[in-house]
Protein backbone atom coordinates (compact mmCIF):
# COMPACT_ATOMS: atom_id res chain seq x y z
CA UNK A 1 0.00 0.00 0.00
CA UNK A 2 1.18 3.68 -0.67
CA UNK A 3 2.04 5.43 2.51
CA UNK A 4 -0.39 8.92 1.45
CA UNK A 5 1.38 10.80 4.74
CA UNK A 6 4.33 12.28 2.19
CA UNK A 7 2.18 13.22 -1.08
CA UNK A 8 -0.26 14.77 1.54
CA UNK A 9 2.90 17.11 2.87
CA UNK A 10 3.84 17.80 -0.60
CA UNK A 11 0.31 19.23 -1.60
CA UNK A 12 -0.08 21.36 1.88
CA UNK A 13 3.27 22.64 1.07
CA UNK A 14 2.28 23.75 -2.14
CA UNK A 15 -0.99 24.80 -1.19
CA UNK A 16 0.72 27.31 1.67
CA UNK A 17 3.39 28.32 -0.72
CA UNK A 18 0.96 29.77 -3.74
CA UNK A 19 -1.40 31.15 -0.45
CA UNK A 20 1.91 33.13 0.56
CA UNK A 21 3.12 33.99 -3.27
CA UNK A 22 -0.87 35.55 -3.48
CA UNK A 23 -0.74 37.05 -0.59
CA UNK A 24 2.85 38.91 -1.37
CA UNK A 25 1.75 40.10 -4.60
CA UNK A 26 -1.61 41.58 -3.11
CA UNK A 27 0.43 43.60 -0.58
CA UNK A 28 3.06 44.95 -2.96
CA UNK A 29 0.33 45.95 -5.30
CA UNK A 30 0.04 43.42 -8.16
CA UNK A 31 -2.05 44.56 -11.23
CA UNK A 32 -4.95 41.86 -9.80
CA UNK A 33 -5.50 44.37 -7.63
CA UNK A 34 -6.54 47.10 -10.09
CA UNK A 35 -10.09 48.07 -10.85
CA UNK A 36 -11.51 46.17 -13.75
CA UNK A 37 -11.97 48.15 -16.77
CA UNK A 38 -11.12 48.63 -20.52
CA UNK A 39 -7.87 50.15 -21.74
CA UNK A 40 -9.56 50.53 -25.23
CA UNK A 41 -7.49 51.25 -28.41
CA UNK A 42 -3.74 51.72 -28.23
CA UNK A 43 -2.76 55.55 -27.91
CA UNK A 44 -5.96 57.15 -27.61
CA UNK A 45 -7.18 54.55 -25.24
CA UNK A 46 -11.25 55.23 -24.44
CA UNK A 47 -10.71 59.26 -24.74
CA UNK A 48 -13.26 59.22 -27.58
CA UNK A 49 -16.08 57.17 -25.89
CA UNK A 50 -15.52 59.25 -22.71
CA UNK A 51 -15.89 62.65 -24.14
CA UNK A 52 -18.68 62.03 -26.12
CA UNK A 53 -21.59 64.63 -25.87
CA UNK A 54 -24.86 63.47 -24.16
CA UNK A 55 -27.63 65.49 -22.30
CA UNK A 56 -25.58 67.38 -19.39
CA UNK A 57 -28.65 66.04 -16.69
CA UNK A 58 -27.50 62.64 -17.42
CA UNK A 59 -25.02 60.45 -16.41
CA UNK A 60 -24.15 59.74 -20.46
CA UNK A 61 -23.85 56.02 -21.55
CA UNK A 62 -20.74 55.49 -20.85
CA UNK A 63 -20.36 56.18 -17.76
CA UNK A 64 -23.18 54.28 -17.33
CA UNK A 65 -22.29 50.96 -19.04
CA UNK A 66 -19.03 51.39 -17.69
CA UNK A 67 -20.29 51.46 -14.16
CA UNK A 68 -22.68 48.73 -14.72
CA UNK A 69 -20.34 46.44 -16.04
CA UNK A 70 -17.20 47.52 -13.98
CA UNK A 71 -18.29 49.42 -11.20
CA UNK A 72 -18.17 52.81 -9.75
CA UNK A 73 -14.55 52.56 -9.64
CA UNK A 74 -12.58 51.53 -13.25
CA UNK A 75 -9.34 51.83 -15.06
CA UNK A 76 -9.47 52.74 -18.28
CA UNK A 77 -7.06 54.75 -21.04
CA UNK A 78 -7.52 58.53 -21.10
CA UNK A 79 -5.87 61.52 -22.30
CA UNK A 80 -3.26 59.65 -23.40
CA UNK A 81 -2.45 58.12 -19.94
CA UNK A 82 -3.54 55.15 -18.20
CA UNK A 83 -6.56 56.30 -15.59
CA UNK A 84 -8.69 55.32 -12.81
CA UNK A 85 -12.33 56.56 -13.04
CA UNK A 86 -14.03 57.07 -10.17
CA UNK A 87 -17.68 57.75 -10.34
CA UNK A 88 -17.81 56.95 -6.29
CA UNK A 89 -18.82 59.25 -4.12
CA UNK A 90 -16.30 58.81 -0.89
CA UNK A 91 -13.83 58.26 -3.15
CA UNK A 92 -13.69 61.49 -5.09
CA UNK A 93 -14.22 63.16 -1.40
CA UNK A 94 -11.15 61.48 -0.61
CA UNK A 95 -8.72 61.97 -4.08
CA UNK A 96 -10.05 65.65 -3.46
CA UNK A 97 -9.34 66.45 0.44
CA UNK A 98 -5.91 64.65 -0.34
CA UNK A 99 -4.79 67.21 -3.30
CA UNK A 100 -1.35 68.03 -2.27
CA UNK A 101 -0.17 64.87 -0.33
CA UNK A 102 -1.56 61.79 -2.77
CA UNK A 103 -3.45 63.28 -6.06
CA UNK A 104 -1.52 66.54 -7.11
CA UNK A 105 -4.10 68.34 -10.06
CA UNK A 106 -3.00 66.81 -13.52
CA UNK A 107 -4.07 69.07 -16.44
CA UNK A 108 -3.37 67.70 -20.14
CA UNK A 109 -0.39 69.34 -21.45
CA UNK A 110 -1.92 70.86 -23.78
CA UNK A 111 -4.53 73.04 -21.41
CA UNK A 112 -0.82 74.27 -19.99
CA UNK A 113 -0.11 76.20 -23.00
CA UNK A 114 -3.77 78.07 -22.92
CA UNK A 115 -4.16 78.46 -19.17
CA UNK A 116 -0.22 79.57 -18.84
CA UNK A 117 2.14 78.91 -16.28
CA UNK A 118 0.93 80.76 -12.95
CA UNK A 119 -2.44 79.77 -13.63
CA UNK A 120 -4.06 79.02 -10.43
CA UNK A 121 -5.77 75.74 -11.81
CA UNK A 122 -1.99 74.73 -12.54
CA UNK A 123 0.51 75.83 -10.02
CA UNK A 124 0.92 73.46 -6.65
CA UNK A 125 2.98 73.74 -2.70
CA UNK A 126 3.84 77.87 -1.99
CA UNK A 127 2.49 79.24 -5.30
CA UNK A 128 -0.43 77.55 -5.37
CA UNK A 129 -1.15 78.68 -1.18
CA UNK A 130 0.03 82.42 -2.66
CA UNK A 131 -1.91 82.71 -5.47
CA UNK A 132 -4.82 81.12 -3.92
CA UNK A 133 -4.49 83.89 -0.55
CA UNK A 134 -4.77 86.84 -2.74
CA UNK A 135 -7.94 85.14 -4.93
CA UNK A 136 -9.70 84.88 -1.72
CA UNK A 137 -8.86 88.26 -0.47
CA UNK A 138 -10.03 89.56 -3.17
CA UNK A 139 -13.29 87.53 -3.02
CA UNK A 140 -13.74 88.37 0.45
CA UNK A 141 -13.54 92.18 -0.61
CA UNK A 142 -16.60 91.84 -2.89
CA UNK A 143 -18.83 89.27 -1.78
CA UNK A 144 -20.18 92.19 1.10
CA UNK A 145 -19.04 95.38 -1.00
CA UNK A 146 -22.07 97.43 -1.67
CA UNK A 147 -20.33 98.53 -4.53
CA UNK A 148 -20.10 95.21 -6.38
CA UNK A 149 -23.57 94.24 -4.90
CA UNK A 150 -24.57 97.44 -6.82
CA UNK A 151 -22.88 96.43 -9.91
CA UNK A 152 -24.44 93.34 -10.23
CA UNK A 153 -27.77 94.32 -10.09
CA UNK A 154 -27.14 97.25 -12.48
CA UNK A 155 -26.03 95.23 -14.45
CA UNK A 156 -28.81 92.45 -14.09
CA UNK A 157 -31.45 95.39 -14.43
CA UNK A 158 -29.38 96.39 -18.04
CA UNK A 159 -28.84 93.77 -19.47
CA UNK A 160 -32.97 92.00 -18.85
CA UNK A 161 -34.09 95.88 -20.25
CA UNK A 162 -32.31 95.49 -22.91
CA UNK A 163 -34.81 92.80 -24.31
CA UNK A 164 -37.29 95.60 -24.44
CA UNK A 165 -40.21 94.57 -27.09
CA UNK A 166 -38.11 91.15 -28.27
CA UNK A 167 -40.21 88.06 -28.31
CA UNK A 168 -36.76 85.71 -28.28
CA UNK A 169 -33.87 86.00 -26.71
CA UNK A 170 -30.27 83.89 -27.29
CA UNK A 171 -30.33 83.54 -23.52
CA UNK A 172 -26.90 81.66 -23.12
CA UNK A 173 -24.77 84.63 -25.37
CA UNK A 174 -26.72 87.40 -22.75
CA UNK A 175 -25.68 85.22 -19.59
CA UNK A 176 -21.73 85.37 -20.58
CA UNK A 177 -22.10 89.02 -21.44
CA UNK A 178 -23.52 89.62 -18.39
CA UNK A 179 -21.27 87.66 -16.11
CA UNK A 180 -18.07 88.98 -18.18
CA UNK A 181 -18.83 92.28 -18.00
CA UNK A 182 -19.91 92.18 -13.82
CA UNK A 183 -16.26 90.83 -13.47
CA UNK A 184 -14.96 93.37 -15.90
CA UNK A 185 -16.59 96.49 -14.02
CA UNK A 186 -15.90 95.50 -10.71
CA UNK A 187 -12.22 94.24 -11.25
CA UNK A 188 -11.39 96.08 -13.42
CA UNK A 189 -13.24 99.17 -13.51
CA UNK A 190 -14.26 98.79 -17.06
CA UNK A 191 -17.92 99.33 -18.30
CA UNK A 192 -19.85 97.60 -20.70
CA UNK A 193 -20.50 99.98 -23.08
CA UNK A 194 -16.59 100.93 -23.55
CA UNK A 195 -15.37 99.30 -26.74
CA UNK A 196 -12.41 97.36 -24.81
CA UNK A 197 -15.10 95.86 -22.81
CA UNK A 198 -16.47 94.12 -26.32
CA UNK A 199 -12.77 93.59 -27.36
CA UNK A 200 -12.30 91.25 -24.11
CA UNK A 201 -14.80 89.48 -24.49
CA UNK A 202 -14.57 88.67 -28.18
CA UNK A 203 -10.92 87.65 -26.95
CA UNK A 204 -12.14 85.36 -24.26
CA UNK A 205 -14.54 83.55 -26.40
CA UNK A 206 -12.05 82.50 -29.22
CA UNK A 207 -9.42 81.82 -25.75
CA UNK A 208 -12.13 79.19 -24.36
CA UNK A 209 -13.09 77.70 -27.32
CA UNK A 210 -9.34 76.58 -26.93
CA UNK A 211 -10.13 73.99 -24.11
CA UNK A 212 -12.05 71.91 -26.17
CA UNK A 213 -9.93 71.90 -29.17
CA UNK A 214 -7.42 69.64 -30.80
CA UNK A 215 -4.01 70.23 -28.86
CA UNK A 216 -2.37 71.57 -32.39
CA UNK A 217 0.04 74.91 -32.46
CA UNK A 218 -0.76 75.20 -36.32
CA UNK A 219 -1.65 78.68 -37.33
CA UNK A 220 -5.31 78.92 -37.81
CA UNK A 221 -6.43 75.65 -35.31
CA UNK A 222 -8.49 76.87 -32.77
CA UNK A 223 -5.80 76.12 -29.97
CA UNK A 224 -3.07 78.00 -32.00
CA UNK A 225 -5.98 81.21 -32.00
CA UNK A 226 -6.70 80.33 -27.93
CA UNK A 227 -2.90 80.87 -27.66
CA UNK A 228 -2.84 83.54 -29.52
CA UNK A 229 -5.72 85.45 -27.72
CA UNK A 230 -4.26 84.99 -24.49
CA UNK A 231 -1.17 86.68 -25.46
CA UNK A 232 -3.27 89.68 -26.29
CA UNK A 233 -5.55 89.05 -23.26
CA UNK A 234 -2.33 89.65 -21.08
CA UNK A 235 -0.91 92.88 -22.86
CA UNK A 236 -4.26 94.47 -22.22
CA UNK A 237 -4.20 93.72 -18.69
CA UNK A 238 -0.80 94.06 -17.69
CA UNK A 239 -0.92 97.41 -19.36
CA UNK A 240 -4.12 98.04 -17.75
CA UNK A 241 -2.19 97.14 -14.06
CA UNK A 242 1.04 99.16 -15.19
CA UNK A 243 -0.95 102.20 -15.62
CA UNK A 244 -2.94 102.28 -12.15
CA UNK A 245 0.57 100.97 -10.40
CA UNK A 246 1.86 104.32 -12.23
CA UNK A 247 -0.83 106.66 -10.81
CA UNK A 248 -0.78 108.44 -7.87
CA UNK A 249 -3.87 109.47 -7.53
CA UNK A 250 -4.96 106.67 -5.51
CA UNK A 251 -7.05 103.98 -6.57
CA UNK A 252 -9.84 105.35 -9.63
CA UNK A 253 -13.43 105.55 -8.41
CA UNK A 254 -14.32 101.20 -8.24
CA UNK A 255 -10.90 99.75 -8.78
CA UNK A 256 -11.21 99.09 -4.79
CA UNK A 257 -10.88 95.40 -5.65
CA UNK A 258 -8.15 95.68 -8.14
CA UNK A 259 -5.49 97.30 -5.49
CA UNK A 260 -6.34 93.75 -3.53
CA UNK A 261 -3.73 92.70 -5.85
CA UNK A 262 -2.00 95.50 -6.38
CA UNK A 263 -1.27 95.90 -2.75
CA UNK A 264 0.08 92.25 -2.68
CA UNK A 265 4.06 93.25 -2.65
CA UNK A 266 5.23 89.36 -2.89
CA UNK A 267 3.67 89.21 -6.68
CA UNK A 268 5.41 89.39 -9.65
CA UNK A 269 3.62 91.55 -12.87
CA UNK A 270 3.35 87.86 -14.43
CA UNK A 271 1.65 86.71 -11.58
CA UNK A 272 -0.94 89.75 -11.16
CA UNK A 273 -1.76 89.48 -14.65
CA UNK A 274 -2.31 86.15 -14.06
CA UNK A 275 -4.91 86.62 -11.55
CA UNK A 276 -6.84 88.61 -13.39
CA UNK A 277 -6.98 85.91 -16.09
CA UNK A 278 -8.17 83.13 -13.38
CA UNK A 279 -10.85 85.37 -12.01
CA UNK A 280 -11.91 86.50 -15.13
CA UNK A 281 -11.94 82.69 -16.30
CA UNK A 282 -13.31 81.11 -13.61
CA UNK A 283 -15.65 83.99 -12.94
CA UNK A 284 -17.41 84.34 -16.46
CA UNK A 285 -18.14 80.57 -18.20
CA UNK A 286 -18.99 78.43 -15.29
CA UNK A 287 -21.09 81.05 -13.79
CA UNK A 288 -22.78 81.65 -17.37
CA UNK A 289 -23.67 78.53 -17.67
CA UNK A 290 -24.75 77.52 -14.20
CA UNK A 291 -27.41 80.87 -14.90
CA UNK A 292 -28.70 79.18 -18.21
CA UNK A 293 -29.49 75.87 -16.42
CA UNK A 294 -31.61 77.28 -13.64
CA UNK A 295 -33.30 79.29 -16.45
CA UNK A 296 -33.55 76.17 -18.59
CA UNK A 297 -34.76 73.93 -15.76
CA UNK A 298 -37.09 76.55 -14.50
CA UNK A 299 -38.78 76.91 -18.16
CA UNK A 300 -39.99 72.95 -17.41
CA UNK A 301 -40.18 73.21 -13.53
CA UNK A 302 -43.35 75.48 -12.89
CA UNK A 303 -43.67 74.86 -9.50
CA UNK A 304 -40.41 75.73 -9.21
CA UNK A 305 -40.42 79.43 -10.70
CA UNK A 306 -43.74 80.12 -9.29
CA UNK A 307 -42.15 79.39 -5.78
CA UNK A 308 -39.05 81.23 -6.58
CA UNK A 309 -41.14 84.40 -8.00
CA UNK A 310 -43.29 84.25 -4.35
CA UNK A 311 -39.99 84.52 -2.63
CA UNK A 312 -38.49 87.33 -4.71
CA UNK A 313 -42.00 89.30 -4.62
CA UNK A 314 -41.72 89.05 -0.89
CA UNK A 315 -38.38 90.66 -1.29
CA UNK A 316 -39.33 93.48 -3.18
CA UNK A 317 -42.45 94.50 -1.10
CA UNK A 318 -40.59 95.44 2.01
CA UNK A 319 -38.24 97.75 -0.24
CA UNK A 320 -38.74 101.64 -0.99
CA UNK A 321 -39.68 101.78 -4.38
CA UNK A 322 -36.34 102.29 -6.25
CA UNK A 323 -34.60 101.20 -3.57
CA UNK A 324 -31.19 98.91 -4.08
CA UNK A 325 -30.73 95.29 -3.30
CA UNK A 326 -28.30 94.50 -0.50
CA UNK A 327 -26.70 91.65 1.91
CA UNK A 328 -29.69 91.65 4.12
CA UNK A 329 -32.09 91.14 0.85
CA UNK A 330 -29.71 88.17 -0.48
CA UNK A 331 -29.49 86.33 2.69
CA UNK A 332 -32.94 85.86 2.45
CA UNK A 333 -33.11 84.06 -1.08
CA UNK A 334 -33.50 80.82 0.61
CA UNK A 335 -35.36 79.25 -1.84
CA UNK A 336 -33.06 81.12 -4.91
CA UNK A 337 -30.34 78.79 -2.99
CA UNK A 338 -32.02 75.70 -3.43
CA UNK A 339 -32.68 76.22 -6.86
CA UNK A 340 -29.13 77.02 -7.72
CA UNK A 341 -27.68 73.94 -6.14
CA UNK A 342 -29.92 71.84 -7.41
CA UNK A 343 -29.27 73.06 -10.97
CA UNK A 344 -25.78 72.30 -10.22
CA UNK A 345 -26.57 68.82 -9.04
CA UNK A 346 -28.70 68.21 -12.04
CA UNK A 347 -26.71 70.47 -14.85
CA UNK A 348 -23.42 69.64 -13.82
CA UNK A 349 -20.93 72.63 -14.92
CA UNK A 350 -18.03 70.89 -14.33
CA UNK A 351 -18.41 67.19 -15.06
CA UNK A 352 -14.67 66.06 -14.13
CA UNK A 353 -11.49 67.09 -12.14
CA UNK A 354 -7.92 65.86 -13.43
CA UNK A 355 -5.56 64.24 -10.52
CA UNK A 356 -2.89 61.81 -10.78
CA UNK A 357 -1.58 59.18 -7.90
CA UNK A 358 1.82 60.42 -6.35
CA UNK A 359 2.06 56.83 -5.38
CA UNK A 360 0.35 53.22 -5.02
CA UNK A 361 -3.08 54.45 -3.21
CA UNK A 362 -5.18 51.58 -1.32
CA UNK A 363 -8.69 51.99 -1.45
CA UNK A 364 -11.11 49.38 -0.32
CA UNK A 365 -9.81 46.42 -1.92
CA UNK A 366 -8.44 47.69 -5.09
CA UNK A 367 -4.99 50.01 -5.63
CA UNK A 368 -4.69 52.88 -7.66
CA UNK A 369 -1.32 52.77 -9.45
CA UNK A 370 1.39 55.30 -8.66
CA UNK A 371 1.86 57.80 -11.51
CA UNK A 372 -1.59 56.75 -13.56
CA UNK A 373 -4.21 59.54 -14.19
CA UNK A 374 -7.23 59.56 -11.67
CA UNK A 375 -10.56 61.40 -12.74
CA UNK A 376 -13.19 62.26 -10.00
CA UNK A 377 -16.29 62.60 -12.11
CA UNK A 378 -18.21 65.03 -10.15
CA UNK A 379 -21.45 64.58 -12.10
CA UNK A 380 -21.49 60.88 -10.93
CA UNK A 381 -22.55 61.25 -7.51
CA UNK A 382 -25.09 63.97 -8.61
CA UNK A 383 -27.42 60.87 -10.15
CA UNK A 384 -26.20 58.20 -7.57
CA UNK A 385 -30.09 56.77 -6.20
CA UNK A 386 -28.35 55.24 -3.54
CA UNK A 387 -27.65 59.16 -2.51
CA UNK A 388 -30.75 60.66 -4.00
CA UNK A 389 -34.15 59.98 -4.00
CA UNK A 390 -35.35 60.34 -7.73
CA UNK A 391 -31.94 61.42 -9.03
CA UNK A 392 -33.71 62.43 -12.36
CA UNK A 393 -35.99 65.06 -10.98
CA UNK A 394 -35.23 68.92 -10.86
CA UNK A 395 -36.31 69.29 -7.45
CA UNK A 396 -34.79 72.40 -4.84
CA UNK A 397 -36.67 71.02 -1.99
CA UNK A 398 -34.65 68.30 -1.64
CA UNK A 399 -31.93 71.15 -0.22
CA UNK A 400 -33.81 71.83 2.44
CA UNK A 401 -32.36 71.00 5.85
CA UNK A 402 -28.28 70.16 4.66
CA UNK A 403 -28.36 66.27 4.44
CA UNK A 404 -28.05 66.92 0.47
CA UNK A 405 -25.31 69.17 0.41
CA UNK A 406 -23.22 66.26 1.97
CA UNK A 407 -23.91 64.46 -1.33
CA UNK A 408 -22.84 66.42 -3.39
CA UNK A 409 -19.30 68.27 -4.97
CA UNK A 410 -20.43 71.05 -7.55
CA UNK A 411 -17.48 73.52 -6.73
CA UNK A 412 -14.79 70.50 -5.96
CA UNK A 413 -13.28 70.37 -2.53
CA UNK A 414 -10.32 70.21 -0.11
CA UNK A 415 -7.25 72.87 -0.95
CA UNK A 416 -8.53 73.62 -4.28
CA UNK A 417 -12.53 73.77 -3.79
CA UNK A 418 -13.51 76.74 -5.68
CA UNK A 419 -13.05 80.26 -4.18
CA UNK A 420 -15.33 81.99 -6.20
CA UNK A 421 -18.88 80.30 -4.94
CA UNK A 422 -20.04 82.98 -3.33
CA UNK A 423 -19.34 85.66 -6.26
CA UNK A 424 -21.09 83.23 -8.60
CA UNK A 425 -24.23 83.03 -5.83
CA UNK A 426 -24.35 86.41 -5.68
CA UNK A 427 -24.52 87.28 -9.32
CA UNK A 428 -27.00 84.49 -9.93
CA UNK A 429 -29.07 85.67 -7.23
CA UNK A 430 -29.90 89.15 -8.16
CA UNK A 431 -30.12 88.71 -11.75
CA UNK A 432 -33.25 85.77 -11.19
CA UNK A 433 -34.37 88.77 -8.86
CA UNK A 434 -35.20 91.19 -11.75
CA UNK A 435 -35.28 88.33 -13.91
CA UNK A 436 -38.44 86.64 -12.54
CA UNK A 437 -40.21 89.71 -11.47
CA UNK A 438 -40.34 90.74 -15.49
CA UNK A 439 -40.41 88.14 -17.17
CA UNK A 440 -41.72 84.87 -18.06
CA UNK A 441 -40.11 82.39 -20.62
CA UNK A 442 -40.70 79.15 -22.21
CA UNK A 443 -37.43 76.97 -23.90
CA UNK A 444 -37.86 75.14 -27.38
CA UNK A 445 -38.56 71.94 -27.89
CA UNK A 446 -35.32 70.89 -29.52
CA UNK A 447 -33.06 72.73 -26.65
CA UNK A 448 -31.28 71.06 -24.48
CA UNK A 449 -27.73 71.14 -22.03
CA UNK A 450 -24.82 69.07 -23.67
CA UNK A 451 -22.56 67.88 -21.92
CA UNK A 452 -19.54 68.58 -24.19
CA UNK A 453 -17.50 67.93 -21.63
CA UNK A 454 -18.33 71.79 -21.08
CA UNK A 455 -21.71 72.27 -21.21
CA UNK A 456 -23.12 73.76 -24.05
CA UNK A 457 -26.94 74.36 -24.99
CA UNK A 458 -28.13 73.31 -28.55
CA UNK A 459 -29.75 76.29 -30.08
CA UNK A 460 -27.62 78.85 -27.77
CA UNK A 461 -30.51 78.50 -25.19
CA UNK A 462 -33.05 80.85 -27.45
CA UNK A 463 -36.20 81.66 -25.29
CA UNK A 464 -39.80 82.72 -26.02
CA UNK A 465 -40.26 85.60 -23.31
CA UNK A 466 -42.76 87.31 -22.25
CA UNK A 467 -43.26 90.33 -19.93
CA UNK A 468 -45.21 89.87 -16.84
CA UNK A 469 -48.01 91.74 -15.83
CA UNK A 470 -46.85 93.95 -13.02
CA UNK A 471 -43.19 94.11 -12.58
CA UNK A 472 -41.41 94.87 -9.55
CA UNK A 473 -38.08 95.65 -10.77
CA UNK A 474 -36.73 99.14 -10.16
CA UNK A 475 -34.60 101.88 -12.37
CA UNK A 476 -31.01 101.19 -12.65
CA UNK A 477 -29.30 103.11 -10.41
C1 LIG B 1 -21.16 78.19 -11.07
C2 LIG B 1 -20.02 78.70 -10.86
C3 LIG B 1 -18.77 77.93 -10.58
C4 LIG B 1 -18.51 76.58 -10.55
C5 LIG B 1 -19.48 75.43 -10.79
C6 LIG B 1 -17.11 76.42 -10.24
C7 LIG B 1 -16.48 75.20 -10.07
C8 LIG B 1 -15.16 75.05 -9.70
C9 LIG B 1 -14.52 73.79 -9.41
C10 LIG B 1 -15.19 72.42 -9.47
C11 LIG B 1 -13.23 74.05 -9.07
C12 LIG B 1 -12.17 73.03 -8.63
C13 LIG B 1 -11.14 72.74 -9.71
C14 LIG B 1 -10.15 71.65 -9.28
O1 LIG B 1 -10.20 71.16 -8.15
O2 LIG B 1 -9.32 71.26 -10.12
C15 LIG B 1 -13.04 75.48 -9.19
C16 LIG B 1 -11.84 76.14 -8.97
C17 LIG B 1 -11.67 77.49 -9.14
N1 LIG B 1 -12.66 78.44 -9.36
FE1 LIG B 1 -14.61 78.06 -9.61
N2 LIG B 1 -16.54 77.67 -10.11
C18 LIG B 1 -17.53 78.62 -10.29
C19 LIG B 1 -17.40 79.99 -10.18
C20 LIG B 1 -16.23 80.65 -9.96
C21 LIG B 1 -16.08 82.09 -9.83
C22 LIG B 1 -17.23 83.10 -9.88
C23 LIG B 1 -14.74 82.35 -9.69
C24 LIG B 1 -14.02 83.66 -9.51
C25 LIG B 1 -14.55 84.81 -9.27
C26 LIG B 1 -14.05 81.07 -9.70
C27 LIG B 1 -12.68 80.90 -9.59
C28 LIG B 1 -12.06 79.67 -9.43
C29 LIG B 1 -10.62 79.52 -9.26
C30 LIG B 1 -9.61 80.66 -9.28
C31 LIG B 1 -10.38 78.15 -9.09
C32 LIG B 1 -9.03 77.46 -8.85
C33 LIG B 1 -8.86 77.16 -7.37
C34 LIG B 1 -7.56 76.44 -7.01
O3 LIG B 1 -7.01 75.71 -7.85
O4 LIG B 1 -7.13 76.63 -5.87
N3 LIG B 1 -14.98 80.06 -9.86
N4 LIG B 1 -14.23 76.08 -9.55
Partial sequence: MVDLLPVTLALLSGLAFVYLLLKH??????PSKLPHGNMGWPICGETLGFLKSHKSNSMGTFLEEHCSRYGKVFKS????SPTIVSCDHELNMFILQNEGKLFPVDYPKPMHQILGKFSLLLVSGDLHKKLRNTIISFIRASKSEPKFLHCVENLSLSTIESWGGRKEVAFYKEAKRFTLNAMLKH???IDPEEPLASKILEEFETYIKGFVSLPLRIPGTTCFKAIKARVRLTSIFKEILAERLKGDAGPAEGADCLNVI???QNLSDEERVSIVMDLLFGGYETTAKLISLIVYFLGQAPYSFEKLKEEHQAVR???KDGEPLNLEDYMKMEFTNNVIYEAMRYGNVVKFLHRKALQDVKFKDF????GWKVLPVLSSSHFDPTLHENPQE???????GNATSKKVLPFGGGPRLCPGADVAKVEISFFLHHLVLNYRWKTKADECPLALPYVEFTR???????PTEKSFGRNPL
Avoid: M, T
Avoid at 394 to 400: A, D, G, L, M
Fill in 367 to 370: VIPS
Fill in 262 to 264: LSK
Fill in 77 to 80: HLFG
Fill in 460 to 466: GLLLEIE
Fill in 394 to 400: FNPWRWN
Fill in 25 to 30: FAKEGC
Fill in 317 to 319: KIK
Fill in 187 to 189: LLN
